[in-house]
């Protein structure tokens, strides 16, 4: 099951008229990068959750034939979270063990050995796992001999050392095969479940899997298993910066610094660097674009200057409220610009 429910606040404004899975991602629709990763494994019938903006997801993937998948389509009136929507599709997961993944994340980590994992613990659950040696926010998960042993904060700046306490930190027995014993594990999105996950999951209610259903699968006895991916690439985009920064360095990587959607153009005489431009945008001649990400229908005119920003077509806020959890922007002219921050 693909996770694609999520209002996406952070991406806000980009998130405006699309759900997050749906948003471009090298031109490409990122829950796209999903299904075709499923594939690869050999799973090809996955359910995709929906709710804020459901139908750009559904233009997105359609009926996932051209990604090698058969979707099944779960739409949800309210906003259930993570382990809600599971129950919601209860009928179409329970009868075997089944993947769960989040729709917002580009990988290639091997699911064969995390599968091999699962199997070899025999767990209700395993969640695959990655050092977070540069202590981004993403919240630590609590290890012990390869099992999970609680959900943690974010992680702090200090070393965690032996002798702080491993439910409010960092278990400090991680994997013995860890570089470093005090780097700290960060959940990736992917999960491997058992039916039986469903004894745990309250019905027709939101509930989380890492605050409503794992703790008490714990408290219980269940084995949740930890495992922590040796190889593989892994990109998250959650929030602008994320998303502009990621951009950037898979385009380095191919030796490109602009993504160019269908339709968009850079006039002879504009100067652009390190930005990505999504569809039917225009940056016109005399304008000066730099590490940005320029949404939908954007243009940008003649004497402009845009640097270190995200643009959305202002008319796109009409009625809209910003999310508590995004930034701020102002209008500029016919686009809304959100700085970064540097």
């Known amino acids: 099951m693909i996770l694609a ?25 990122l829950v796209g990068y999903v299904a075709e990763y499923l594939a690869r494994y050999g799973y090809r019938e996955i359910a995709v959750n929906l709710h804020h903006r459901g139908e750009s997801v559904r233009s997105a993937l359609g009926d996932g034939a051209r990604f090698g998948v058969n979707l ?28 769960v993944i989040n729709g917002k994340i580009v990988t290639d980590i091997d699911l064969s050995d995390a599968l091999a994992t699962h199997r070899r613990r025999n767990a209700l659950a395993t969640l695959v796992l990655l050092p977070n040696p540069q202590r981004e926010r993403f919240s630590i998960v609590n290890t012990h001999d390869g099992l999970i042993t609680g959900f943690g904060s974010m992680p702090t700046t200090h070393k965690i050392h032996a002798s702080d306490n491993a439910e409010e930190s960092l278990d400090s027995s991680l994997d013995e095969d860890m570089e470093t014993e005090n780097t700290p594990l960060m959940f990736t999105g992917i999960q491997i479940l058992e ?3 469903f004894n ?21 006895g269940e084995v949740i298993a930890a495992h922590v991916a040796a190889t593989g690439m892994w990109h998250e985009l959650s929030t602008l910066e994320r998303y502009l920064e990621t951009h950037l360095a898979v385009l380095n990587e191919k030796g ?5 959607g269908e339709n968009s153009t850079i006039e002879n005489g504009a100067e652009a660097e390190d930005a990505v431009l999504w569809e039917n945008v225009t940056v016109e001649r005399g304008a000066r674009v730099r590490r940005a990400v320029l949404g939908a229908g954007v243009r940008v005119r003649a004497g402009e200057e845009v640097e270190n920003s995200i643009l959305v077509r202002a008319e796109l806020l009409k009625g809209e409220e ?14 809304f610009v959100v700085p970064l921050p540097r």
């Open 256 to 260: 490109r610094g602009i993504s160019i």
């Open 322 to 335: 910003r999310p508590e959890k995004a930034l701020n922007g102002e209008v500029r002219g016919d686009n």
């Open 195 to 197: 039916p039986r996950i």
């Open 72 to 99: 099944h389509y779960v739409e949800e009136s309210e906003i259930l979270g993570t382990s809600g929507a599971l129950d919601n599709a209860r009928a179409w997961l329970e009868g075997d063990t089944f993947i």
């Open 5 to 29: 429910a999520g209002y996406g606040t952070r991406l806000w404004p980009l998130t405006i008229d699309r759900a997050k899975p749906a948003i471009p991602f090298l031109n490409r629709p």
């Open 200 to 220: 745990y999951i309250p019905p027709k209610i939101f509930s989380h899997t890492t605050t409503d259903v794992y703790p008490q699968a714990l408290r219980n």
